[in-house]
């Protein structure tokens, strides 16, 4: 029963680790694109 | 920028929602498997299975996905091939990472030992290597990384077949290619269970991935834009 669960945690456990990675990641690209729209408006 | 509001939000609810529902099949596949019979000679550890098959199953997925958006951008100068290809070449990773550790703990209760140089085994953890090299050489291969790294994803596509038959080539101690279809009736259900809600999974991992990387190329955009303002007002 503990290598059942240690197997179906670790997938969990990875999934949610690439989950939080990419979604920081688009969080951070997002931010970054508002703020160089904000740059770029002044100047349309 | 307004216009595009809604789409965005359509797209994030779309991904939301995707997520909640494999993440809901995530819990009832563990009640599937707890209720699936017990297989006579391996007991308990052998519920792995159901696990750690669709992760094998999303390896395959990932390399071939990845071979194909590889060769739009060889042969055809796809970007969106491209991204697709190392999105695709990510999740590779990911699940076979899950299959290298899921597969070690089956085999020390089944087995006797974490690890044995059988040979699906041995072709398994060459084809995860192949995928890391992708992303190695992307990363670091300078000017030519992106050709050079997809190239290497047609190699790791020619590894599948072998990874695929190598149980039915040179008899080894891994089960071979016939153990699905021989399941006992009460053990298909979780399997294929298991099995979609890994590859929904997948799915909308991918989805969240490649606006990663339609996000970025947007960024690269702007800025060059900015940058070709500025050089036009100095």
């Known amino acids: 029963m503990t290598y059942v669960a240690l197997a179906y945690g670790f997938i969990w456990g990875a999934v949610f680790i690439y989950v939080l990675l990419v979604g920081r990641r688009v969080a951070r690209i997002d931010a970054e694109i508002e703020d160089l729209r904000r740059r770029l408006k002044p100047r349309a | ?234």
């Open chain 2, 1 to 234: 920028m307004l216009s595009t509001m809604p789409s965005a939000r359509r797209s994030r609810a779309r991904f939301l929602v995707g997520l909640l529902l494999t993440m809901h099949g995530f819990f009832v596949a563990p009640l599937l498997v707890a209720n699936a019979p017990l297989e006579k000679t391996m007991g308990i550890v052998q519920k792995i299975f159901y696990f750690h098959v669709p992760c094998a199953w999303l390896l395959i997925l990932s390399t071939f996905v990845c071979a194909g958006g590889s060769l739009a951008y060889l042969f055809a100068g796809s970007e969106r091939g491209d991204r697709l290809a190392l999105c695709s070449a990510e999740l590779g990773v990911l699940f076979g990472l899950c299959v290298m550790v899921t597969g070690p703990l089956w085999a020390r209760a089944a087995w006797g030992v974490f690890w044995t140089w059988d040979v699906r085994l041995t072709s398994s953890l060459l084809l995860w290597l192949m995928l890391i090299g992708y992303g190695l050489a992307r990363r670091y291969g300078g000017a030519g990384g992106r050709r050079l790294a997809a190239a290497m994803a047609l190699f790791a596509a020619a590894d599948v077949p072998l990874v695929y038959l190598s149980v039915n080539l040179w008899r080894g101690l891994h089960p071979n290619t016939r153990t699905v279809s021989s399941l006992a009736p009460g053990m298909r259900l979780p399997f294929f269970f298991s099995l979609a809600i890994f590859s929904a999974l997948w799915g909308v991992l991918l989805a969240l991935r490649m606006r990663a990387e339609h996000s970025q190329a947007r960024l690269v955009e702007l800025a060059i834009a900015i940058e070709d303002a500025e050089g036009n007002s100095a």
